[in-house]
């Protein structure tokens, strides 16, 4: 069974900070999706990035960067540089290829960035 | 700006109402999906149409009632709904690749704030 693990609850840095959020994810797929969503205060989730299994390359999107270890089955979130508008919860989720449409969510990290 | 939107934001309905969530997205996404919100939890998978047919139905009372009458709406009629149902309902859609989701990203509305008095 497919399962995501988000060990933090809520993270509270000072802004430009740097923070990583943790992701450990569990799968009997061999192909596999990871997903990094983001929930501001509004309500919208926005989709932040998708990494397949087949591919661990490390990616950078301005401040953002993610950390993807099949090893570990961790997919860590880095935010260097956090700014109050980093202020949401982030999801981390997994799809897997048999399972088609079915994500799964982990439970959230709540990220507070201080003035 | 969302390119998924959803009416109302915010419904307020006693337990013996008819009320409806609607969703429309214009992104030619062939797989459109329900999610339930609770406070503090993450998104729960409701439904999943895929080219307008139910493909997932996650074991769902059937107060709550699914219809995708084209590839561009979705709706979820609610009828005798309890006090424990009030959430934040969440549309999404995804692209599909060869009819299958092989892990499309969702992308969600603002979602519609449901209260049941």
């Known amino acids: 069974a497919q399962k995501v693990t988000q060990a933090q609850t809520e993270i509270s840095v000072v802004e430009k900070e740097d923070v990583t959020l943790d992701c450990v994810y569990e799968?009997?797929?061999?192909?596999?999706?990871l997903f990094w969503y983001k929930q501001p205060p509004s309500g919208e989730l926005v989709f932040l990035i998708r990494?397949?299994?087949?591919?661990?390359q490390n990616e950078i999107s301005g401040r953002y960067s993610w950390n993807f270890q099949k090893s570990t089955s961790s997919f860590n979130f880095t935010i260097t540089a956090s700014q109050v508008v980093d202020s949401a919860v982030y999801f981390c989720a997994l799809s897997e290829n048999t399972g088609g449409f079915k994500t799964i969510f982990g439970a959230g990290t709540r990220l507070f960035v201080k003035a | 700006d969302t390119e998924v939107t959803q009416t109302p934001k915010h419904l307020v309905m006693g337990m013996t109402n008819k009320k409806s969530l609607k969703c429309e997205q214009h992104m030619g996404h062939r797989a459109m999906y329900w999610y339930k919100q609770k406070a503090k939890k993450p998104p729960e998978l409701m439904f999943v149409y895929s080219y307008e047919k139910l493909s997932i139905n996650e074991s769902v009372p059937s107060r709550f009632s699914p219809e995708c009458p084209n590839s561009s709406l979705l709706n979820l009629h609610l009828h005798a709904l309890q006090p424990e149902d009030s959430a934040l309902y969440l549309c999404?859609?995804?692209?599909?690749?060869?009819?299958?989701?092989?892990?499309?990203?969702?992308?969600f509305g603002e979602g519609s704030r449901l209260t049941v008095l």
């Open positions: 799968t009997r797929d061999t192909t596999y999706y």
């Open positions: 999404a859609s995804s692209p599909t690749v060869g009819g299958r989701g092989l892990g499309g990203e969702l992308f």
């Open positions: 990494r397949n299994s087949f591919d661990e």
